[in-house]
């Protein structure tokens, strides 16, 4: 850790991203400015969920990052890294023995617990943007709780596709108030969000914003009476696991049409196989 | 006088972190407790507002004190650096030993709620004196929750307070080494 404060940042820094995060989490869903610093890698590979990270960790926290659900994969490989190097942290893969996760694009299938705090990287975290391109605009919008917006492009969906075509960055109410990007999980996860017992805080690095949601409170996927909100996933079960509850990722494995259906979360994936749950591939792959 | 000062945290880095995230899950569930210690500030600042105001307040952040805490400002300027302010509106963290009027603070504005105060208010003790009834974001059920040393009219200023969400002040209540939180978004009745 030589060279390095603790966690990288200084405490200038952290103090004042702590403060945006306590303000954050008093007005659940509402984006909160923040003087997002440069960072050792570049925009767009977690830029903002690492200096929240930073801010929040401590010596005695377990880390966990994911990427896709992925422990393995080169983002959250790399973050997990560098958290370990510049504030000596330990880590794990293990959904239930982290404080502290961080993901980008998931949430873990296995329930976290109160004692956990959940940190999304978040590339956009306006979710007006691709209707209204103007800041002062939306700003002026989320002050007047003035989601019209929203609701009309939802309603266009259905006039032109029979259904609302959003499958991830579903766009979601925050406590009755305000209208969130849930970054860009699958809408599958969605559900999760709501009531959850861990704190959920949402850092966007390139776009300066951090906003969170506390504990237990209603988060609601926006939707229609006749055309209720559904979470979307592959109609197939697990092929390594057997899973039929988790979210999954499609596999090419051939140029014949060949396909795999593997849980996106790896570490749930692993406990289930270790616990004797064998899909149709797994088995396949144990007999050769 | 600067000879007096007693020291602040002893290794700031990591009891800022502690303290931080005692305040963090104090706002993310309010009413729950949380114990703080490291600091020995003048009175009749109390253990708990001191590491606080260590951990959340400096040059960034004008800070305004009632009349009751004016003997702490010398040992303020020194370990945070914060401009101390007379008007209590131009305050982004207030500190008091009386409640007043909740209504003095900065509330923020719609498009800007974030720039509200956060008033850290001294009171007796809790676990005794005036229940509570907490409901709202970070509460799984309605809760009850005990403070001594609140004003009779706290309820209805935080009736005021609670209204103009998102606009509104956060509150940080410290006994001695204890404290929880009571953000704007919290509804706040007769227990």
């Known amino acids: 850790m030589m060279g390095y404060n603790f966690a990288y940042l200084d405490e200038q820094t952290k103090r ?6 306590l303000k954050a989490v008093a007005i ?32 005695q926290d377990v880390l966990k990052v994911i990427d896709q659900g ?8 790399s973050i997990r890294r560098f958290f370990a190097r510049t504030a000596g942290v330990r880590t794990t893969t293990h959904t239930a023995a982290a404080t ?39 700003r002026r919008m989320h002050g007047l709780a003035d989601y019209g917006l929203m609701h009309v492009k939802l309603y266009e969906d259905i006039a032109r596709y029979g259904q609302i075509s959003i499958s991830y960055d579903y766009p979601v109410m925050v406590n009755g108030r305000y209208l969130m990007s849930p970054s860009p999980i699958p809408s599958f996860d969605n559900p999760k969000m709501d009531r959850m017992p861990a704190l959920q805080l949402f850092g966007a690095g390139r776009e300066k914003r951090i906003y969170a949601i506390p504990p237990w409170t209603e988060v609601r996927s926006l939707d229609f009476e006749d055309h209720p909100f559904r979470p979307i996933n592959a109609p ?31 570490d749930h994936c692993a406990e289930r196989r270790a616990a004797g749950h064998v899909g149709t591939d797994g088995v396949k792959e144990a007999a050769e | 006088m600067s000879g007096d000062l007693s020291p602040g945290f002893a290794d700031p880095v990591t009891e800022a972190q502690a303290c931080f995230r005692a305040v963090l899950d104090a706002m993310a569930r309010p009413g729950r407790l949380h114990t703080l210690g490291g600091v020995t500030p003048p009175p009749p600042l109390g253990v708990a507002s001191a590491a606080v105001l260590l951990t959340l307040v400096d040059h960034e952040t004008p800070l305004w004190l009632d009349d009751g805490l004016r003997a702490a400002q010398p040992w303020l300027a020194f370990h945070c650096g914060a401009a101390v302010v007379a008007d209590p509106r131009a ?18 504005t719609h498009e800007m709620p974030e720039t509200a105060a956060t008033l850290i208010l001294q009171v007796a003790g809790f676990g005794s004196g005036r229940r509570l009834r907490l409901s709202g974001p970070g509460l799984r059920a309605p809760a009850s929750f005990a403070v001594a040393g609140l004003p009779d009219d706290f309820i209805a200023q935080w009736h005021a307070n609670r209204t103009q969400f998102p606009c509104g002040v956060d509150l940080i209540l410290c006994a001695g080494d204890q404290l929880a939180a009571l953000p704007r978004s919290v509804t706040i009745e007769e227990g």
């Open chain 1, 236 to 266: 197939h079960p697990c092929g390594l696991c057997g899973a039929t509850d988790s979210y999954l990722d499609e596999v090419v494995t051939d140029d014949h049409g060949g396909r795999l259906f593997v849980c996106s979360d790896t």
């Open chain 1, 16 to 21: 004042m991203i702590r403060r945006a995060l």
């Open chain 1, 100 to 138: 502290v996760i961080q993901t980008r694009h998931r949430i873990p299938e296995t329930k976290l617990r109160d004692d956990q705090i959940i940190v999304y990287q978040v590339p956009q975290p306006e979710p007006l943007f691709r209707l209204e391109p103007s800041r002062v605009e939306t």
């Open chain 1, 70 to 77: 992925a422990d393995d994969t080169t983002n959250a490989v």
């Open chain 2, 91 to 108: 305050a982004a963290y207030a500190v008091a030993t009386d409640l007043g009027e909740l209504g003095r603070f900065h509330p923020g």
């Open chain 1, 28 to 59: 659940p869903g509402h984006q909160v400015p923040f003087g997002s610093r440069e960072m050792p890698l570049p925009y767009g590979w977690g830029t903002g969920g690492i200096q929240v990270t930073a801010s929040v960790l401590g010596q």
